[in-house]
Every structure is written in C-alpha cells, then in structure tokens.
C-alpha cells in the first residue's frame, strides 16, 4: 500500500458526505414503498412478491463476485481503480430506480415478469455503485484517524438521508398528488409514486457526480503486479482475511436491522397506529439520535478501543427495544425504540466501514494485490442479500397471519394477528438479531490482523 496524505479536506468528506446522504434517502424511499407498489398498487399476491425478491437476490448471488472480479481487473486512463464507476452508473442507477417503480398496465403475470427484467437491471446498476460507495474510503487515505473521519461524515450522511426520507418522502409523495384524503398508499397513488421515483433518480444520479467531482483516490497498490485474477483465486485471498469474513456477518446483520426498521416502521404506524403520518415524528428521533453519535462515535471508539464500541452498539439496540417488546401499542416505547437504533445502527455503520478499510490494506500485506472492488462488492451483495432476506420474511409473514391489501383501500385495520407480526418485525426479531450481531462483534479484531499480517511478510522477507 502506497502511503497517501493524512489530511482530507472538508470539501472532500463532504462529497462522501452528500453521496451517502442521496443515496439513503433514494434507500428509504425504495425499502419504504417497493413493497407497497408490489401489492398494494400492481395488486400482486404477497406471496409472489417475495418470490420475486428471493428470485433477486439469486440473480445478485450470481452477478455480483463476477461484476466485482471484472471491475478489479479495470485500470481506467486515470490510473484509478473505483472512483470513475461513480461518473459511469449515474444515469443508469437513476434510471434503473424510475423504472422499478413504473405501472406498465399490464396483467399480474407480466408485472411480475417485467418487475423482474427491471429489477435485474436495478441490481446490476447497483452493483456498480456499491463499489464507491464501499471503496472510495478506504482509498482516500491510509490514515485510520482520517478513514474513521470519513466514515464519520459517510455515517452523518447515512443519517441525514435515512431521516430524510422518512420525514420528507411522504411529503413528496403528497407534493406530487398522492396520500390525497386517505392514510395510507393504495392503488390510486401510482402516479404520484412513479413522479417521485423519478424525483428520487435525479437526486442519486446528482449525488453520484457530486462525489466523483469532489473526491480523490490516492491510495496506490506498491506491488506493480497487474496480472489479472480470476474469481477463484480472488476469493482465496479474501478468506485468507479472517476479518473479512467476520465483517461479512457483521454487516449483514445490520442490513437486515437497517430494513426491518425501514420496511416495518410505516406499517407499523399504518395499521397498527392507524395513522401512517407517525411514522416522521418516530423517525424524527432515530435522525436525532444518529446524528447524535454520528459525530461522537470516533470518541467513543478511540476511549474504549473498537471491539467494546461494537459491543456497546449491538447491546445499545438490544436494551432500547424491551420497552417497545413489552406494549408495542404505547407510541411512547416505538420512540424509545427509534433512539436504540439510532444510536446502536450509526455506530454499526461507522465501525463496520472502518473495518473494511482496514482489511484492504491486510488483503494487499498477505497477497501483494488491492481488491478494493472485491471487498466493495462482496458487502454490497451482503447487504443485498440482507434487504432480500427482510423482503421475504415480510411479505411471507404478512401473508400467513391474514395481511389484505383490499383492507387498507376500505380504510379498514387488519386483524390482531397482522398487527402482532408487525409488532415482532420492529421489536423482538431485531433484537435477536443484536444480540447475534453482538456475539460476532466479540471475535472481530482487525488490528491485530493487521500487525500480524505485517510480521510475517517481514519475517518472509
């Protein structure tokens, strides 16, 4: 690894800033009303909608370890590695996000055949933007003070984005004439959703060339070995880094707290609330909170050294929910809910990314090769699988206790049943998955990875 300057500037942990920040709040957008298109606008069964995400995530299982070998073997004019992707996806990623949310008119059957010709392109293009998104810090600098900095910003952007979307979402789904004398999203709002998925392509095709302008990659392979590798020796290295490995089911487990808040929060406040509006104040405190420690997280991981923060955050998520497990129906504790997963989800974010930049520099010291792009793409296929895993336990579970979206266009609730399963989905379930999330946190140690990735190669030379 070719040392890089220590110092970023702020207008560059800015630019990572605002792509994190475009591209949550088009994140929020997606993981709050997808669902709801597919059953509650295109009327298709549950049960087939989550078929369609299992079908998903195997089409990502497949493209994306080959998109991400291929892409390492890219050398661009530049001599970069990962930040030109961020001006080539732009236009497609945006497009790939009107598309997803586009009424063709069509019957069942050709919703769900071209809903998934729509969403293999989606994917595809995210693919292409999850390796900025996951390399560019470690990239940036090889300094950890400076890596946690950036994290920092990317997290403070994660957040912004996240309470974005959810307070300013709706309201531009009501700007663009959806939400009119009714609560929640029904068959009649596909206009207004299709004019905001449009806003929303904009703003992350906007987002991307914001971080491609303003940022830099400096960090350089030392080795001059340009031979390209294939997939099978790529992943030998990989899971050489027991880190990467362990930081694998890291992430994942907070990708699929991140959507189970995202996916069940809005049904939560619509039918078990009654009132899909309480979903802003709600999330108005999980944006406070991630903010909050956004900024203090870095503190806390130079006081108390980095598997404690893990421990703190995972734990943090586990004893904010008991009150809300306790009376789902008291606001009150969906409150004290929301501050758990701000706090324990930023921090999450932050260290889990500082994590990965590390194990690029161990991946390089145990092999002589960057594979930036392999480390990127195989947490985004993590977090995909994370996001397709929530999509199928939600449509599966709604459907087994009696979830119709037919009741919501009568302006009737469910039954008791669909509002206990909705309940399970931001309370206990979550839960078990930070205190699993927990136990992995204890055996990752990066550092001491790294000084012994640095001792052999000395001791080989």
């Not at 340009?226 to 490995?245: D, N, Q």
């Not at 009150?323 to 504790?333: D, G, K, L, M, V």
């Not at 037919?406 to 669909?418: H, R």
């Amino acid at each position: 690894m070719e040392k890089a300057g220590k110092k970023v500037g702020l207008l560059e942990k800015l630019g990572f800033m605002s792509f994190s920040t475009s591209t949550n709040i088009v994140f929020n957008f997606k993981s709050t009303y997808y669902k709801y298109f597919l059953t509650s606008i295109l009327l298709i069964n549950p049960v087939a909608a989550s078929n369609m995400a299992l079908i998903g995530t195997i089409w990502d299982i497949l493209n994306d370890p080959l998109i991400g070998v291929w892409a390492n073997n890219v050398r661009f004019k530049s001599g970069e590695r990962v930040r030109p992707w961020l001006l080539y996806i732009a236009i497609p990623y945006g497009l790939g996000m009107v598309l997803l949310f586009t009424d063709f008119g069509v019957s069942e059957k050709w919703d769900i055949i071209l809903g998934l010709a729509v969403f293999f392109f989606y994917e595809i293009a995210n693919t292409f933007r999850g390796i900025p998104y996951n390399g560019m810090g470690a990239l940036a600098s090889s300094d950890d003070n400076e890596r946690k900095s950036i994290n920092a910003f990317r997290s403070l952007g994660a957040c912004l984005g996240s309470g974005i979307g959810a307070v300013a979402v709706p309201m531009i789904v009501r700007m663009f004439g959806g939400l009119k004398d009714h609560k929640v999203i029904n068959s009649s709002d596909s206009p207004a959703i299709f004019r905001s998925a449009l806003f929303m392509g904009v703003l992350i095709a906007i987002g991307c060339l914001i971080h491609y302008y303003t940022t830099k990659e400096r960090v350089k392979q030392v080795s001059e070995n340009e031979e390209k590798i294939g997939i099978v020796e790529t992943y030998r290295m990989l899971f050489k880094c027991k880190s990467w490995v362990k930081n694998m089911f890291y992430i994942m487990c907070y990708g699929v707290s991140t959507c189970l808040l995202t996916s069940s929060i809005t049904y939560y406040c619509a039918y078990v609330l009654n009132d899909s509006s309480k979903a802003t104040p709600i999330m108005a405190v999980y944006l406070v909170f991630s903010i909050i420690f956004s900024i203090v997280t870095p503190k806390i991981d130079s006081l108390l050294g980095r598997k404690k923060t893990m421990a703190l955050a995972a734990l943090s998520q586990v004893v904010f929910k008991i009150p809300f497990i306790i009376a789902p129906y008291n606001i009150i504790n969906a409150f004290i809910n929301a501050a758990g997963a701000g706090i324990g989800l930023t921090m999450t974010f932050i260290l889990f990314n500082t994590n990965r930049n590390a194990i690029s520099d161990i991946v390089e010291i145990q092999n002589n090769r960057r594979l930036d792009t392999m480390v990127s793409t195989g947490d985004n296929l993590v977090s995909k699988i994370a996001e397709a895993a929530v999509d199928k336990l939600f449509l599966v579970a709604l459907a087994a206790v009696g979830f119709s979206a037919q009741l919501a266009d009568e302006g009737l609730l469910q039954n008791v049943a669909t509002q206990s399963m909705i309940n399970a989905l931001l309370g206990w379930i979550p839960a078990v998955v930070a205190i699993f999330m927990f136990l992995i946190c204890l055996t990752i140690d990066t550092d001491s990875e790294y000084k012994k990735a640095l001792a052999e190669r000395e001791a080989n030379r």
